[in-house]
Nanobody
Framework: QVQLVESGGGLVQAGGSLRLSCAASGRTFSSYGMGWFRQAPGKEREFVAGISWSSGTTYYGDSVKGRFTISRDNAKNTVYLQMNSLKPEDTAVYYC?????????????????WGQGTQVTVSS
């Protein structure tokens, strides 16, 4: 049974940083793609970043390029999202997800499993 558990969310002032973690279990993740998404109240789920677990190739949504960094630790089966220069518009629930392909996707519908989400709130 695949499980994804996010942690690291919280309240931070604009310009600050947070690091989110996604601990994964239940499958051999070396052949799968991982993604981070976020959803603010009243808005659609938005692609934030993705990583190919095997190659480490990364992808980012336009709104976070240059500020966020996705990475993975193979030994810990954990994916991270380092968020710097945070803005109030980054406020959302952040989810990690995995799909049955070695490459991530910007489309939420293409992911098989999701974590429960972690709240990130950026105050102005």
């Amino acid at each position: 049974q695949v499980q994804l558990v996010e942690s690291g969310g919280g309240l931070v002032q604009a310009g600050g940083s947070l690091r989110l973690s996604c601990a994964a279990s239940g499958r051999t993740f070396s052949s799968y793609g991982m993604g981070w998404f976020r959803q603010a109240p009243g808005k659609e789920r938005e692609f934030v970043a993705g990583i190919s677990w095997s190659s480490g190739t990364t992808y980012y949504g336009d709104s976070v390029k240059g500020r966020f960094t996705i990475s993975r630790d193979n030994a810990k089966n954990t994916v991270y999202l380092q968020m710097n220069s945070l803005k109030p518009e980054d406020t959302a629930v952040y989810y990690c997800a995995t799909r049955g392909s070695s490459w991530p996707s910007p489309w939420a519908s293409e992911y098989d499993y999701w974590g429960q989400g972690t709240q990130v709130t950026v105050s102005s």
